[in-house]
């Protein structure tokens, strides 16, 4: 074939088919949407055509209303579109209950899973597992355990899933248990269930009872993953073992796990609480033998063992700079508040102006104390107009000064100029 005509084949402006661009909205969504508030929205959606109580129509007044927290309508109104007839599905209760949880109200999560669900559509995996996550976030575990019987009369049967989110809620000494009836009704554990068991019970303190449960794991076919050997190793370094926790991390893959960033973090963290820098850096550079790139946590330890061990507050500034240049990672707004902060406690706050300005250049913003040191060190090194910079820059954001900052940059800026007085008075005005 020339390659002209092969050209021309490959070229998906000549094919036949061209996919179908998505259907624009609905006029009357964008006409709920775009009502001031969730109680417009509400009335008309009951004063418009029975047609349009369809479910797009109906989840998005639903879901308003759940967002502005006024929960007491929503179950008049879904009485009302259920005299409609309106065919809601299963996925708008599910996200209802979650709000519901989220806004600490389990009754009302258990009073919409039992009496609304039914009234339009049969209980889904989705709705289910809603309410099991809502009433263990809220401290109601019996509750959520009691349902997992019941499953089978709602048309639901329980998963690993179902299981999962019970394990979350349970004490490390309930947890066995749960297992043990999520083995008897014949569900297979996940990695995931194996991982809160272990991570359970390092948080014990038994790390022998962890590495059980990864034998357990394998027995019952279960690889284990990054993060079972992540936690296992955090509970040996939480027991003073750390020269056992590096050696699991080294022996993962010849158990058939790959070694992940999350892993040297763990012992990463570990060297740095003992300042040890030298392994710290050590890690790093094996992360990059191993093709594996550090992320920003893996910096922020490194950058915050320099500051907290002898101030080397110039040192984490130019791991700042490594990360960007050598391995191509972004600071995020945790990397820049560990630098500042470093530099505030050393006293270096010319090197802090400069982290400062970098962090308000890529989007980010210290926290209030940061800016009240800031601009406090300023101040008494004489640095009346850097001092004023920080703390346009602090009001700007909505953050406080405290009366001692405010004393120390008052009195440098009494020995400035005019300038300097004129700043001071907008700023307290405006604060």
Sequence with gaps: MPAAAA???????????????????HPFLLHLKSLPSPVAAAAALLSAPRRLHDHPFASCVLYRL?????????????????????????????????????ASRPDAALLVFYRAVPAFCPHSNATFHALLHCLVCNGRVDAA??????????GVRPNAVSYNIILKG???????????????????????????????ACQEGDVDAAARLREEMVRRGVAPNAVTYALLMRGLCDAGRL?????????????????????????????????????????????????????DASYNVLIKCLCDNGGRVAEAHKALVEMQLKDGTVPSAATYRVLADGCCRAGNFELGLRVFNAMMASGHRPLAHTFRHLAKGLGDDGKADEACFVLEKMVESGAWMDAEGWRSLAACVCSGGASELKLLDELALSS
């Excluded at 759940?66 to 209760?93: G, K, N, Q």
């Excluded at 355990?145 to 709602?154: C, D, E, T």
């Design 66 to 102: 759940a967002r502005a927290r006024l929960f007491p309508l929503i179950l008049p109104l879904l009485s009302a579109l259920r005299a409609r007839r309106a065919p809601l599905r299963a996925t708008v209760f599910a996200a209802l209950i979650d709000r519901l949880g989220a």
């Design 243 to 295: 020269e056992d926790a590096r050696k699991m991390m080294f022996d993962m893959e010849y158990q058939g796990c790959q070694t992940e960033v999350a892993n040297y973090g763990v012992l990463m963290s570990a060297y740095a609480g003992q300042g040890d820098v030298d392994a710290v850096r050590g890690l790093l550079s094996d992360m990059r033998g191993r093709k594996l790139k550090p992320d």
């Design 7 to 25: 050209t021309h084949r490959r070229d998906p402006s000549k094919l036949l088919y061209k996919p179908r661009p998505p259907p624009e909205p």
């Design 170 to 200: 349970v004490c490390s000494r309930d947890a066995r248990a749960v297992l043990d009836e999520m083995l008897a009704r014949g569900v297979r554990p996940t990695a995931v269930t194996f991982n809160t068991l272990v991570g359970a």
């Design 145 to 154: 355990r009691a349902i997992l019987p019941r499953a089978a009369k709602l």
